[in-house]
């Protein structure tokens, strides 16, 4: 309750019963007297009973304890002021009054003028120090609560407070600093040069100016080092410089998040190239394939065709079929917006053992032990991430031992619980257990400076994380590492497809009725492959351009159309959007022969609209069964 300075409420503590009446007639005009109590035992039970603002406390008065004990226990219980009343103003007695803190102190006799004022003053004064504390109070809450670390110093640098966040930045408790010079606590040095910077405390305190600090290290009195930036000021009362505040921002979850960000934006990058690249190999590699086929099979119907040449033919389309599998995971590597489908390890398993041949294929042998698994759901880009950064990891460890046989363990069964479990294991030196304990952690690395940045197995550990799946490490030093994934089957019982990969029927079973089919790409020889494969089973009129198509359409009857997604001016989406509207009837039978969506349009389009699709490249016999089941749907 806020003190009444106008008409305080007044508790007089006197054993002289006359001399207490005489004071509560001076104190009646300009005062509530509370009430008389004439011993300590009565003046701490009126004290809280009726909650004075103020006490006149006379120093001798009767009861176990004396006025100045008194006046210490309703200071403690109650916090209220006490003005000392005696008529001894010996120095001991006044030595010991003083060490109560009192607010006023008269001696006896007194005028009632002074006795009111003195009562006033205490009252005014104790309610300055109460808003006071509750300014402290609100304060040390603040500096508690930020973020930033906190150092207060005085005139001379030397430590007066720190918020738990300087605690925390400098290893050490606020106990532990007290008065300690700031400048003992700690030492900065440039991020970008690593010179010495000077404690800006003694900047701040000599020249009475701000000092600002960006982009340092902060190294402690144990070692350890923390990214901040930061600021110094002055505090001063007047003219007078009676100490500074020294701020500290600790950069390390800023730099982390920038470097996560920097990572990300060039993995984007990564991604847009794999796709660029898989787009411009997948043409001619499908015109290549288309030949070899044809070449083939004019071999296999000649009687007295080379068997060596064949064979050198196969071995060709072998060679070609693994570009296309490497290229294949590229384009899917860059497909980061699709949804989850159901994924067949083994083939992600092949990929990535295929992809990343050369940074074992001349120091180590890779064991395979694959028994049957699930597929499971998930993105299949990123679990090939996950595989590839296994075996690479592998790999380096292997680069790292090398008085023995490099072994890669590759191992896949399904447990008890039905998951798929998949373990990736080398014979290098192991990991000790310190760093066992911190390797999914972002930005961890054992590796030399420009190796890495640390980021590959906590990646892939939230790529397995997000599956609901574990990704666990197991490590002898000396013996090897394994790491094992185990991916849950599918909630659902339907495999959501993905697009391009669908199982086609051999040519053989299908019925195929002769059929008229408008192939446009830009691509010369992707098209002359295309119409090459389709003329001796269906109509072909192969155009170049979006325009040559729609006037196609506009003249002649049609019944499927294979249209390439990407094409110099207007694209396979705007030759879709056109059929939408003018020839909506034929919209179904509309299909995209695409060696990849490299722009966010098309990534776009093909997600939401979902057209039949086929990637390049493709077989002969999918192709036929694509054509077919298009025709089907008239």
């Avoid at 100016?209 to 350890?224: F, P």
């Avoid at 294979?562 to 059929?579: F, K, N």
Wanted: charged letters at 25%; hydrophobic letters at 45%; proline letters at 4%.
């Amino acid at each position: 309750m806020r003190a009444n300075i106008e008409r305080p409420r007044v508790l007089i503590v006197e054993d002289e019963g006359l001399v207490a009446m005489d004071i509560a007639q001076c104190l009646a005009e300009t005062c509530e007297v509370t009430g008389i109590a004439d011993s300590s035992t009565e003046a701490v039970a009126q004290a809280a009973d009726k909650r004075p603002d103020v006490v006149l406390m006379d120093i001798h008065i009767r009861g176990l304890l004396d006025g100045i004990g008194t006046a210490a226990l309703l200071q403690e219980q109650f916090d209220v002021p006490i003005v000392y009343l005696t008529a001894h103003g010996d120095s001991d007695t006044t030595a010991r009054a003083r060490r109560t803190n009192p607010f006023g102190y008269l001696l006896k006799p007194f005028k009632q003028v002074d006795l009111v004022s003195s009562v006033r003053i205490a009252v005014a004064r104790h309610q300055g120090v109460l808003e006071l504390r509750n300014r402290e109070r609100i304060l040390a809450t603040t500096l508690r609560s930020i973020g930033e670390a906190v150092l207060l110093t005085d005139g001379t640098g030397r430590v007066t407070s720190v918020n738990p966040a300087a605690e925390e930045l400098l290893g050490a408790t606020a106990r532990d600093v007290a008065g300690k010079n700031a400048e003992a606590l700690f030492s900065l040095k440039s991020q970008a040069s690593g010179l010495a910077i000077p404690s800006p405390v003694g900047q701040v305190l000599d020249t009475r100016t701000k000092a600002q600090l960006d982009a340092a290290v902060l190294t402690r009195l144990d070692g350890g080092e923390r990214p901040v930036c930061g600021s110094a000021a002055p505090i001063l009362d007047g003219e007078l410089c009676v100490g500074s505040v020294l701020v500290f921002r600790d950069m390390t979850e800023a730099m982390k998040l920038q470097r996560e960000l920097e990572f990300a934006a060039r993995m984007t990058s990564l991604g847009v190239l794999a796709a660029g690249i898989a787009h411009e190999i997948n043409n001619p590699l499908t015109f290549i394939l288309a030949n070899l086929d044809d070449s083939i099979r004019e071999l296999d119907n000649t009687t007295d065709a080379s068997e060596e040449l064949t064979q050198w033919l196969r071995e060709a389309k072998g060679g070609a079929q693994r570009i296309a599998t490497i290229v294949g995971g590229l384009r899917s590597f860059s497909r980061r917006e699709e949804n989850d489908t159901l994924v067949d390890l083994d083939e992600v398993l092949e990929w990535a053992v295929v992809i990343t041949t050369h940074r074992w294929g001349h120091r180590a042998k890779v064991m395979r032990e694959l028994d049957a698994i699930p597929r499971v759901q998930g993105n299949a880009s990123r679990l090939r991430q996950v595989f590839v950064n296994l075996l690479t990891n592998a790999a380096d460890a292997i680069v790292a031992a090398p008085a023995r046989l490099g072994l890669i363990g590759l191992r896949s069964y399904t447990d008890a619980e039905g998951f798929a479990v998949i373990a990736v294991s080398d014979n290098g030196d192991g990991i000790p257990e310190a760093e066992r304990a911190r390797i999914f952690e972002p930005f961890f690395t054992t590796k030399r400076a420009g190796a890495g940045l640390g980021l590959g197995l906590s990646i892939c550990h939230g790529i397995v994380t997000a599956c609901g799946g574990t990704l666990n490490v197991t490590s002898v030093v000396g013996k090897g590492t394994t790491f094992t994934v185990r991916l849950p089957p599918p909630k659902k019982t339907e495999a959501v497809p993905t697009a391009g990969l669908h199982a086609v029927p051999d040519t053989a079973a299908l019925t195929l009725a002769r059929r008229r089919v408008l192939v446009v790409d830009d691509d010369d020889m992707v098209r002359l492959a295309m119409a090459r494969v389709l003329q001796s089973h269906h109509d072909v009129i192969a155009v170049a351009t979006v325009d040559e198509a729609l006037t196609t359409l506009a003249e002649r009857r049609v019944d499927v159309v294979l249209c390439d997604l990407m094409m110099p001016g207007r694209s396979g989406i705007d030759l879709y959007r056109t059929v939408a509207a003018s020839h909506p009837a034929l919209l179904e039978r509309v299909a995209f022969v695409t060696g990849g969506a490299v722009t966010p349009v098309a990534m776009e389009f093909l997600s939401t609209v979902n057209p039949p699709r086929l990637d390049k490249p493709f077989t002969a016999a999918s192709l036929l069964a694509l054509i077919e089941s298009l025709a089907l749907r008239s």
